[in-house]
């Protein structure tokens, strides 16, 4: 939604992930949907210490 504001892209997007191919839909108040297919392409941890 930031991006959209700025200028720097359209309201509609493709996004290409190692999971598959979402798009995403920019609302005019910035709410953002996102639709397509998931698949799991790994499990992983984050570590809140590195977050600081």
């Known amino acids: 939604a ?6 720097y892209c359209d309201e509609q997007i493709t996004v290409h992930m ?3 191919i979402i ?3 920019i609302g ?3 709410s953002i ?5 998931t698949t799991r392409v790994g ?6 210490e590195a977050m600081k």
């Open 2 to 7: 930031v991006a959209h504001k700025l200028g």
């Open 18 to 20: 190692p999971g598959g």
């Open 23 to 25: 798009q995403i839909e």
């Open 28 to 30: 005019e108040n910035y």
């Open 33 to 37: 949907r996102m639709t397509g297919p």
């Open 43 to 48: 499990t992983y941890e984050l570590d809140l």
